[in-house]
């Protein structure tokens, strides 16, 4: 049991290493001209905040180190999980509050909607059947990842913030994909398309223990990511 539990660590952590990122789609001003009300979907709080530990140096020793390796982010997720939400910390709350006033910042007057989704990590497929109570678009995110990472065996070991966001903007009446991204915080692969933003070091870890000793700096590590994205967001959809 604990060789499978190591093996889908590793397939998991193959999986996020190896995996292709989102079109990325600039907006186009004259699109957004035309878009005055914004249907904003609210974001789904992620099943888990996680601890990837792919600065481990197990995963250069073939599948036996990965499965260490994938251990150890198992381990490390499960309490950093913990911590996130025994200090009461909702990211998807705070998505969708500080995207609210961006949005109005921007320009946009906002709808805030609720829409049922299969799958919180993905972003809806078909926007046809949502009630944006008359916007003339509809802002999607979704959270494909938060939490910390470690990055490279040799070159970055230590623990960063890391959040891997999706985003698109559609038209309500064409079901035009206006303006989609997707956002790589903290942690960087360059297998992965999208737009990178770097973590403070002020929110860098030296290692597992470090990270799990300041739970307060671990939580603010994360909100900083979410204010990150979402002034990215904001600045790309100024009009």
């Not at 699109?31 to 140096?57: H, M, W």
């Not at 909702?90 to 299969?118: Q, S």
Request: hydrophobic letters at 40%; one cysteine or more.
């Amino acid at each position: 049991m604990q060789a499978l539990t190591r093996f889908t660590a590793v397939i998991t952590l193959m999986t996020l290493l190896a995996g292709c990122g989102a079109t990325k789609m600039a907006v186009r001003p004259e699109a957004t001209r035309q878009v005055q009300t914004v249907a904003l979907i609210k974001i789904s709080e992620p099943d888990a905040y996680v601890a990837n530990d792919f600065g481990n140096p197990g995963m250069m020793f073939g599948a036996i180190g990965g499965a260490v390796a994938g251990s150890s982010s198992a381990n490390a997720g499960k309490n950093l999980d913990q911590i996130v939400k025994e200090a009461r910390y909702d990211a998807g709350d705070h998505f969708t509050n500080l995207l609210r006033k961006r949005l109005a910042a921007a320009g946009y007057r906002v709808n805030l909607i609720e829409v049922p989704r299969e799958k919180k990590v993905k972003l809806l497929e078909d926007y046809s059947s949502v009630d944006t109570g008359g916007a003339d678009a509809v802002l999607d995110l979704a959270i494909e990842s938060i939490g910390y990472a470690t990055e490279h065996p040799m070159f970055s070991r230590h623990w960063r913030p890391a959040s891997q966001i999706l985003v698109a903007l559609v038209d309500s009446r064409s079901g035009e994909k206006l303006y989609s991204d997707k956002f790589m915080y903290g942690y960087h692969n360059p297998l992965m398309s999208g737009t990178d933003i770097e973590a403070p070091t002020t929110y860098h870890f030296k290692d597992k223990d470090a990270l799990f000793a300041d739970s307060d700096k671990l939580v603010s590590g994360i909100r900083h990511s979410v204010e990150a994205v979402t002034q990215e967001i904001e600045k790309n959809l100024q009009k």
